[in-house]
């Protein structure tokens, strides 16, 4: 009998990762639900049930929570407990829902400034390409430029005016105490850059947040743990790029990073946080150019179990999507705006559109789980009214017989018994 490989990949998506978190806390109940039939004491978790985990930003940490052991090595976190962590976290950690979304506050901004005075285009466009060489000269130099674009009513796109406030934003982390399903609070400050109204940097020259309220959670949550040990063994897929060597990064099980550093590195986002340093590379969000790892990912596990079957499960944090025809005549300025969206939702389809046909190609059996948002997100809001509606949209995606969850869980009940999976430990 061929054996049967599980791939579970998670895309990138900022907060919306509470919508993924919701569907593997239902994946891990039900089989566990299932299997209780036969043999009352199980608990089944996401590493069970799954071979490789693939993720990307938010996927990251998603993959690396659910694959981390405890002392039992058994898994530290769960399906359900990460639904939490996105709950209470999410306003610290996750200012907007992807990669490149902030950079759309920068142009609308540019744009309703440009829209001031006809002269303010041609004296945007003789700064913008100008701007670097100018930033790198001497204090005089710079400080002639200030003056310059100050003139234009610019002066914010070089980093601001000095009216800037920081703010330390205390929170609380919850995490496990002693592998039980009870959540332990700790203080956490969160550093961030306030923009003053009329003179935002809106993350242009330098970062809009600094790192320390993710990389205090990261610490919290996963302390000294690497990913090169896993519960189960299972393999461990998540993507960074690397601007010190422009490369795409896979890190894997068999690197001997951090968890909390890999995670950094995945989701850096630009323009939101600065790039993640490790050893001696510097690495940005893994979105930039895989926001959907599925496709790799079962490119890599089909490398190591070559005579092996495949069951893929691809879970995506939603998509709206709109008509674009009053962009058909359309110049620069225009198109500043809904270019980033578009860009980055091709790229997550033609991911799916490709692993379709390698499905039909090879005998894979593909589930992709990507909902329709039924409005364009606010990218920037991650409050509580936000955060409901998401989870809401997680339970009815659930239900949404389109997306063959039951039949998801059957495979994965049938795998945990053919193999004799019956963990009873937590």
């Not at 907007?96 to 609308?108: C, I, W, Y």
Request: aromatic fraction near 8%; hydrophobic fraction near 35%.
């Amino acid at each position: 009998m061929e054996d049967t490989k599980f791939i579970l990949s998670i895309d990138g998506g900022g907060i919306r990762g509470i919508i993924p978190a919701k569907i593997i806390a239902y994946i891990e109940k039900t089989v566990t639900e299932k299997i209780k039939e036969e043999n009352p004491e199980v608990n089944i978790k996401c590493a069970d049930l799954f071979d490789i985990i693939a993720g990307t930003s938010t996927g990251s940490i998603l993959a690396l929570s659910l694959t981390v052991p405890n002392d039992n090595n058994r898994p530290t976190y769960d399906g359900e407990f990460m639904v939490k962590f996105y709950k209470e976290n999410g306003n610290h950690v996750f200012p907007s829902f992807s990669t490149f979304k902030h950079v759309t506050k920068v142009l609308k901004s540019a744009e309703e400034l440009m829209s001031k005075t006809e002269n303010l285009v041609e004296n945007f466009v003789t700064m913008g390409r100008s701007i670097e060489q100018k930033i790198t000269k001497s204090n005089e130099t710079e400080s002639k430029v200030e003056k310059r674009t100050s003139f234009f009513g610019l002066g914010w796109l070089m980093g601001g005016s000095g009216n800037e406030t920081k703010n330390e934003i205390v929170t609380k982390s919850k995490t496990v105490d002693e592998n039980k399903d009870k959540i332990k609070t700790t203080d956490i400050t969160v550093s961030t850059t306030e923009e003053t109204e009329g003179e935002a940097t809106l993350g242009l020259i330098k970062p809009k947040y600094t790192p320390d309220g993710l990389e205090s959670l990261l610490e919290t949550y996963f302390g000294e743990s690497k990913i090169n040990k896993t519960v189960n063994d299972v393999g461990i897929f998540i993507t960074a790029y690397n601007i010190t060597s422009c490369e795409r990064t896979f890190f894997t099980e068999k690197d001997d990073f951090r968890i909390q550093d890999v995670i950094r590195a995945s989701s850096a986002a630009p323009t939101f946080f600065p790039a993640k340093e490790i050893s001696s590379n510097l690495y940005v969000d893994g979105g930039v150019f895989m926001n959907n790892p599925t496709t790799r990912a079962y490119l890599e596990a089909r490398k190591r179990f070559p005579k092996s079957k495949f069951v893929v499960v691809s879970l995506g944090t939603g998509y709206y999507k709109t008509s674009l025809n009053d962009l058909g005549n359309s110049g620069a300025l225009q198109w500043l705006l809904p270019i980033i969206d578009l860009l980055m939702d091709v790229e997550v389809a033609n991911h799916d559109d490709t692993m379709k046909l390698l499905a039909e190609l090879d005998g894979v059996k593909y589930y992709r789980i990507q909902p329709n948002l039924d409005e364009k997100p606010n990218m920037s809001d991650v409050s509580k009214e936000e955060v409901e509606k998401l989870t809401n949209l997680g339970d009815e995606t659930i239900k949404d017989p389109t997306y063959k969850l039951d039949e998801i869980v059957d495979l994965l009940v049938d795998k945990c018994k053919k193999k004799k999976i019956y963990p009873t430990v937590n």
